[in-house]
C-alpha cells in the first residue's frame, strides 16, 4: 500500500478550504509541503483530483470520489486509536452534532445529558460534543459536506447521498396570545385563519416547509405579516399580540404552560409531521456515534433502520 493517512489527511484538509495555503495551516504543514502531498496522491492514483480556479483547488467528479473514502479511512483509524488509548487516558472521541433549531433547542440538550449518564455515570472522561443548530437545509448540507457526524431535522431532506431516518413524531400547534381578538372568537374558521397575520420562519426551516404544506391543503392562502429565524422570538412575537403563529409543541410547552399563550380552537385537523435523523450514506459510524444514535432510537423502528443502513455500508465496503 503506497497511500498513507497523512497523505488522505491533508487531501481532506485541501478539499474542505480549497486552499493548499489554509490547509497547511490546519496540519500545521508549509503550504509548499501540502502541494508537494496533493501532487504526490495525484501521481500514486494517477488522476487529477482537482480543478485549478485560480489560486483555488475545486475537488472535481475524481476527488468527490475518493473524499467520502478518504474521511472513513481516517475516522477509522482515529476510532482505533481511541478504543485503545481510553483505557490508560480516559480520553474518548468528540461527536459532531448539527440539528435544525426546534430540536437543538428543546429536544437534544436532554437526550445528550441523559446519554452522558447512561454510557459514562459520574466519570469525568467523556466524549467533548460539537453541537451545530441551523435550519434544515443548512444541517443537511453540512451532513452531506461531513463536517457533522449525524443531523436531526424536522424538515423533508431534497440533499442527495443522505440516509433519512423517521425519528419521533411532533405535534403542530395554532397558537396566540390570550389577549389576540382571535382568541375571543371561540372556534376559528378558515376564512378568520386566512385573513389572520401569520407569524412564520424563514425560507429553509423545515417548520416553515411544513407549515406552509399542512396548512395551505386547507387554506387558500397565508397573509404572511413577519419572519423569524426562531422559534423562540415567533413565541415571543405572538405572546405580544402581534400574530398567530403554528409551531412544535415542544417549542411552546413553557408558554402554554404559564399562559403566555393558548391553541387556537379550529376547523383544522391535527397536525403532525417527523423528525429525522440524517447520515450520509458513506458516513464511518464510530462506536460513540452508534450510542449515541441508539440512545437517541425511542423506537424499535429506528434501531431496525440503523442496523440495516450498517448492513448496506458494509456491503457496499
Not at 478550504?17 to 495525484?42: C, F, M, R, W, Y
Not at 431534497?158 to 403542530?172: A, F, G, T
Not at 380552537?265 to 464510530?286: G, N
Amino acid at each position: 500500500m503506497r497511500i498513507t493517512l497523512r497523505q488522505l489527511q491533508i487531501f481532506v484538509a485541501v478539499a474542505r478550504t480549497s486552499s493548499t495555503t489554509e490547509a497547511g495551516k490546519s496540519l500545521p504543514l508549509s503550504q509548499s509541503a501540502t502541494s508537494a502531498a496533493i501532487n504526490d496522491i495525484e501521481s500514486l492514483l494517477n488522476t487529477q483530483l482537482f480543478d485549478r480556479v485560480g489560486k483555488r483547488l475545486v475537488l472535481n467528479d475524481n476527488g468527490r470520489l475518493l473524499l467520502p473514502n478518504a474521511l472513513a479511512l481516517i475516522e477509522g483509524a482515529i476510532d482505533l486509536e481511541q478504543q485503545f488509548s481510553t483505557a490508560r487516558t480516559g480520553m474518548v472521541s468528540q461527536l459532531r452534532l448539527g440539528a435544525s433549531t426546534t430540536i437543538g433547542n428543546y429536544i437534544l440538550p436532554a437526550l445528550l445529558a441523559g446519554c452522558r449518564r447512561e454510557q459514562f455515570g459520574e466519570c469525568e472522561a467523556v466524549p467533548s460534543m460539537r453541537v451545530d443548530i441551523a435550519n434544515s437545509s443548512k444541517i443537511a448540507e453540512a451532513v452531506a459536506n461531513y463536517e457533522i457526524d449525524a443531523g436531526f431535522i424536522e424538515g423533508h431532506c431534497h440533499v442527495p447521498n443522505l440516509e433519512v431516518i423517521p425519528w419521533i413524531q411532533d405535534e403542530l400547534l395554532i397558537v396566540a396570545s390570550p389577549t389576540h381578538a382571535i382568541a375571543r372568537k371561540g372556534k376559528v374558521d378558515f376564512d378568520t385563519l386566512q385573513q389572520a397575520q401569520w407569524l412564520m420562519r424563514e425560507s429553509g426551516s423545515g417548520t416553515r416547509e411544513t407549515v406552509e404544506y399542512e396548512l395551505l391543503r386547507h387554506l387558500s392562502h397565508l397573509n404572511i405579516g413577519m419572519e423569524f429565524g426562531g422559534a423562540e422570538a415567533i413565541k415571543r412575537a405572538t405572546s405580544e399580540g402581534l400574530g398567530i403563529s403554528c409551531l412544535s409543541r415542544w417549542a411552546v410547552a413553557d408558554y402554554l404552560e404559564t399562559g403566555q399563550l393558548i391553541i387556537l380552537d379550529t376547523e383544522l385537523p391535527k397536525l403532525t409531521r417527523k423528525f429525522h435523523i440524517i447520515l450520509h450514506k458513506q458516513k464511518y459510524l464510530s462506536d460513540n456515534l452508534k450510542h449515541f444514535l441508539n440512545h437517541c432510537a425511542g423506537s424499535e423502528m429506528f434501531t431496525s433502520s440503523l442496523k440495516q443502513s450498517e448492513a448496506s455500508r458494509l456491503a457496499l465496503a
